[in-house]
Every structure is written in structure tokens, then in C-alpha cells.
């Protein structure tokens, strides 16, 4: 079973560029996440999607970041204009149904992205 | 505010020496609680999930407990390709997965 495919790898900005990142979630899974993770920190959740629809957003920074979940697959994170506190790693997560017992909400991430900016 | 810590930040382990990290939440609704590893340059990768006090969980060298306050992710003669960054998150009612900061792992040999 392929995994969550995040792209790209890497990218290297110049602050108040705009730079946006892409998710595709294990086939099947109708909740996406993504999350900001800062070097030496956990994983801070940012917006939270069900199918096409957003759940949770309450900790995005909604003056320069947005998503969306067009037709309910892949997903697209950007932010515009980026700041130098924005240089993370965005990790894309999917799950098939939180809010259930057993596996079904255990979330799996995919690689990330790491952004800089300088 | 709901918390999620864990201890100790760092850990330094001769190859073979067992030991234990923990990771204590604020009791308020807890859902499961789940215990990811990450590597360097990569995302988590999901380990275990536990519901209930006195729940364990085993999968090779590492066991995973849990309490009603606190979780311990138990390694058992660790070789170097434990280390890592070992994450928990807790999820509670109403919300979403909290991260704890993660405790990072070396084994040496």
C-alpha cells in the first residue's frame, strides 16, 4: 500500500515569497492533516480536513496561510507572504476516521516538506 | 490547557542497556494515547496506540504501558538502529492529536 507522497522535499525561499506544498493521503483515507513541525519540537497541528471539508483550523495563521482539499483527495498548503519563523518541516498526515476506536484513527504521516527561509 | 511532556529530552544508551522514556498528559478526556518514531529527515512513523489504563503494547524491543497519567515506551537491549526521536501524542475528546516534543534516542555500540 503506497504511503502519504508529500512534494516538494525541500525549498528554500527569500522571506515574503509565496510557497505552497503538496499532499496525497493513502487512498481511501478521508481525513487529512497538516502539520508545522519546528526543529527540537513536536508536530503542531495546523488545519484539519474530512473529505473536502475543513473540521479544524483553529491554529493556522489565517492572515498568511491557507488550504484546500479540492475534491476530497490531495491536498495544497501555502503560505503567502513567509516570514522567517515559518522555516519548518510541514508534515502531511491521513487517517481513515478519527474519532473511532482501533486503527481507524491512527494517522500516518508522510515525509515532509523542509522549508527555509531566508 | 491540555499537556502532553515528555522525559527525558535526551537519552544516551550503551547498546544492549534497557531503559524507559515516559510521557505524562493532563487527565481530561483522553481518547488513546500514541507513540510514534521518527527518524532524522523523515515523518513519524506510528508505532503504538493505547486506550486504557493498564494497557500494553509489544512490538520487538520497545513495550509500550500506559496509566491513568502517564505512558512509558520500555526499550529492552536496544541495538543503534533504535535510535531516534521517539514522539507521543494524546488524543483527547473534543480535539485534535497533541504532540509531546519528542525524546531523542541514541544507542551506541
Known amino acids: 500500500e503506497a504511503g502519504v507522497a508529500q512534494s516538494p522535499r525541500y525549498k528554500i525561499i527569500e522571506k515574503r515569497q509565496s510557497v505552497a506544498f503538496w499532499c496525497n493521503p493513502i487512498?481511501?483515507?478521508?481525513?487529512l492533516y497538516w502539520y508545522q513541525q519546528i526543529l527540537g519540537q513536536g508536530p503542531k497541528l495546523l488545519i484539519q480536513?474530512?473529505?473536502?471539508?475543513?473540521?479544524?483550523d483553529s491554529q493556522l495563521p489565517k492572515d498568511r496561510f491557507s488550504a484546500e482539499r479540492l475534491k476530497g483527495v490531495d491536498s495544497t498548503l501555502k503560505i503567502q507572504p513567509a516570514k522567517l519563523e515559518d522555516s519548518a518541516v510541514y508534515l502531511c498526515?491521513?487517517?481513515?476516521?478519527?474519532?473511532?476506536?482501533?486503527?481507524?484513527?491512527?494517522?500516518?504521516f508522510g515525509p515532509g516538506t523542509r522549508l527555509l527561509v531566508l | 490547557e491540555d499537556q502532553v511532556t515528555q522525559s527525558p529530552e535526551a537519552l544516551r544508551l550503551q547498546e544492549g542497556e534497557s531503559s524507559s522514556l515516559n510521557c505524562s498528559y493532563t487527565?481530561?478526556?483522553?481518547?488513546?494515547l500514541f507513540w510514534y518514531r521518527q527518524d532524522p529527515g523523515k515523518g513519524p512513523e506510528f508505532l503504538f496506540t493505547?486506550?486504557?489504563a493498564g494497557e500494553e503494547k509489544e512490538k520487538e524491543r520497545l513495550k509500550a504501558t500506559l496509566t491513568k497519567k502517564e505512558s512509558f515506551l520500555h526499550i529492552t537491549a536496544p541495538k543503534p538502529e533504535d535510535s531516534a526521536t521517539y514522539l507521543c501524542?494524546?488524543?483527547?475528546?473534543?480535539?485534535?492529536?497533541?504532540f509531546g516534543p519528542g525524546t531523542r534516542l541514541s544507542v551506541l555500540p
Open positions: 480536513f474530512q473529505n473536502n471539508g475543513v473540521v479544524d
Open positions: 487527565v481530561s478526556g483522553l481518547r488513546g
Open positions: 487512498s481511501g483515507h478521508a481525513t
Open positions: 498526515a491521513s487517517s481513515l476516521a478519527p474519532g473511532t476506536s482501533g486503527s481507524q484513527e491512527t494517522q500516518y
Open positions: 501524542a494524546v488524543n483527547y475528546y473534543g480535539q485534535n492529536f497533541v
Open positions: 493505547l486506550y486504557s
